[in-house]
């Protein structure tokens, strides 16, 4: 029986559209692409979200990535809270599937340099019953211990009584392997039907 519905954040329940963001600059494709792989395609964004680091190590890390644009990564890595805009269907997605008798949680690589810049956005986390960020933990999907460290918070918490979505495949396989049900979010159309034929043995 399902009794957990467990949510990846960007890409799910928010917007993370550094594309649009980024493409906002109007630099020129090369340069344009750099700083996309010196910024959210690097290394660095990673260990961002996992904050073990500090964040002028953060910065130093994407700046020796491309140093002929180093001004620039600084101006779009400061302004990135924009990346991040609330999906509509959020709330409402997580009350109902609260009013089917689920819990409802979080699993998602965020910063709280991140955090701190788009709670606003986030409105729907004092609806959940609970959850974890990256940074809380120092570990990041698709680690096998972040999860870990979700369950070891939550334990009632089972991965076989878990379904588990998040809009990177590589996450979700991880998951998988570790006995969760799990389901790669394109949208929530899709996302609600593939849920919908594992609650069916829920008898709902």
């Known amino acids: 029986m399902i009794r957990n519905i467990i ?7 928010v917007d993370y559209d550094w594309k649009s963001y980024l493409a906002g600059f109007h630099f020129p494709a090369e340069k344009a692409d750099a700083i996309a792989q010196a910024t959210f395609l690097g290394t ?3 260990e961002l979200d996992r904050e073990a680091l500090s964040i002028d190590e953060i910065t130093a890390m994407m700046t020796a990535a491309a140093p002929q644009y180093a001004e620039d990564i600084l101006t779009v890595f400061r302004g990135a809270r924009r990346t991040i805009r609330r999906r509509d ?21 965020y910063s709280s340099y991140m955090l701190s810049q788009t709670r606003e956005a986030l409105d729907f986390l004092p609806l959940m019953n609970g959850g974890l960020f990256s940074y ?7 680690e096998p211990e972040i999860f870990a460290s979700l369950l070891a918070r939550y334990p009632s918490i ?11 495949a590589s996450n979700v396989a991880a998951a998988r392997r570790l006995g969760f049900h799990g389901i790669v979010f394109e ?3 899709q996302a609600t039907s593939e849920l919908e034929a ?5 008898g709902q």
């Open 7 to 13: 949510f990846d954040i960007g890409g799910v329940l």
């Open 44 to 46: 660095a964004w990673p």
């Open 89 to 109: 269907y959020a709330c409402g997605l997580i009350r109902s599937l609260q009013d089917r008798g689920l819990k409802v949680y979080y699993l998602s690589n």
């Open 136 to 142: 809380e933990v120092k570990q990041v999907k698709p």
């Open 158 to 168: 089972r991965p076989e009584e878990s379904v588990f979505f998040d809009d990177g």
């Open 187 to 189: 949208d929530p159309s």
């Open 198 to 202: 594992l609650l069916e043995p829920n």
